[in-house]
């Protein structure tokens, strides 16, 4: 299990944590990595990191928050390390605290107000970010995780498919 804080601003080491499939010969590896802006100096040593694992990755979840409305560090970063639309291909940004998005409902689950404000929030990301896979969700609620469960096998057959061929 990787360790979470209600304290601490953000993770500052790589987490990695390996499983075996059905006991065949293939893994699911799941890497958490720190989040960005909180220290220029780790930035730095954080975004190195990111380029050495992404070339190692067939499937890369980028988490943002929903709730949040300025994207520009998060969007310069992801054209650094995604370029190409070939390389956005194997990626899919999650929006995270979907719950969270206005206008905030407090009765557990989201409104149709609130789905409005996801699918245009969603429509801007795509825009933004230049690429076409992102959907919402919340880790609290566990909102939409087999959405984003069948995302990540259907990328990962895609770019395993053209590994191999």
Not at 58 to 70: E, G, N
Request: aromatic share 12%.
């Amino acid at each position: 299990m990787l360790e979470t804080s209600d304290i601490e601003v953000c993770t500052k080491a790589l987490h990695s944590v390996e499983y075996q499939i059905n006991e065949s010969d293939f893994y699911f590896s799941f890497n958490d990595f720190p989040g960005i802006s909180e220290d220029g100096q780790a930035d730095i040593k954080y975004v190195e990191w990111y380029k050495e694992m992404l070339g190692y990755s067939h499937c890369v979840v980028y988490i943002l928050r929903a709730d949040q409305r300025d994207y520009a560090l998060d969007e310069a970063l992801f054209h650094s390390l995604f370029p190409q639309r070939a390389d956005r291909e194997k990626v899919i940004i999650a929006l995270n605290f979907a719950d969270k998005v206005e206008p905030i409902n407090r009765l557990g689950e989201i409104t149709e107000e609130q789905k409005i404000n996801l699918q245009r929030k969603i429509r801007s990301i795509k825009r933004l970010f230049g690429t076409s896979q992102v959907m919402y969700y919340s880790a609290l609620d566990e909102m939409n995780f087999n959405i984003l469960v069948s995302k990540i096998i259907q990328v990962v057959k895609r770019e395993v498919k053209t590994k191999v061929n």
